[in-house]
């Protein structure tokens, strides 16, 4: 089965550039998004179509995607940034959804 | 005001069987596609499942396939994921999420509150 892998957790300090990672074999073809989850919350979308930001996303989060491996990049990291990342795409079919296993970002 | 409400969830013993629900309201359901998503406490996301509008196409995740079914009835607005052959490891908390339509920007825009199963003798 389809797996996009991550990297489990990332530390930064405040102001810091947080950098985390997602591959995958299909993501040279799939866009990948991006999902933000603080502890005991549902998930919120932070990045879309490998570099887009939905509104109300703060400039600091941004994405790029080049060939297996996208990259979720956060530009001078505030501690409310403390949360689980997740990768999100599909297989080669476009069929079967998949997450990444999470990288928890610790800005302290 | 779009909402989800899982329901269904509790202890069962493995090898067991249960059956989730999830009530949708404020969005016209026939016309989205829905997903079954889980994550065991403590542990990541973990997507299981797909069905779309007119259950024509449905997908699951390996790790579900052949013992867990996802079905749904568009005139109860009601998305339901009947699990068999329950195993200590598929304890966790269970979430539908609406798939967004394309164009959207959001593949996963609104999730219920979720339901835990607990498999377990």
């Known amino acids: 089965s389809y797996e996009l892998t991550q990297p489990p957790s990332v530390s930064v300090s405040p102001g810091q550039t947080a950098r985390i990672t997602c591959s995958g074999d299909a993501l040279p073809k799939k866009y990948v998004y991006w999902y933000q989850q603080r502890s005991g919350q549902a998930p919120v979308l932070v990045i879309y179509?490998?570099?887009k930001r939905p509104s109300g996303i703060p400039e600091r989060f941004s994405g790029a995607s080049s060939g297996t491996v996208a990259t979720l990049t956060i530009s001078g990291a505030q501690v409310e940034d403390e949360a689980d990342y997740y990768c999100?795409?599909?297989?080669?079919?476009?069929?079967?959804?998949?997450f990444g296993g999470g990288t928890q970002l610790t800005v302290l | 005001e779009v909402q989800l409400v899982e329901s269904g969830g509790g202890l069962v013993k493995p090898g067991g069987s249960l059956r989730l629900s999830c009530a949708a309201s404020g969005f016209a359901f026939s016309a989205y596609g829905m997903n079954w998503v889980r994550q065991a406490p403590g542990k990541g996301l973990e997507w299981l499942s797909f069905?779309?509008?007119?259950?024509?196409?449905?997908y699951y995740a390996d790790s579900v396939r052949g013992r867990f079914t996802i079905s749904r009835d568009n005139a109860k607005n009601s998305l339901y994921l009947q699990m068999n052959s329950l195993r200590a490891e598929d304890t966790a908390f269970y979430f539908c999420a609406r798939e967004g339509q394309r164009g959207t920007t959001d593949p996963l825009d609104s999730w219920g509150q979720g339901t835990l199963v607990t498999v377990s003798s």
């Open positions: 179509e490998d570099t």
């Open positions: 999100y795409s599909t297989d080669s079919s476009g069929n079967h959804r998949v």
């Open positions: 069905i779309s509008s007119g259950s024509i196409y449905i």
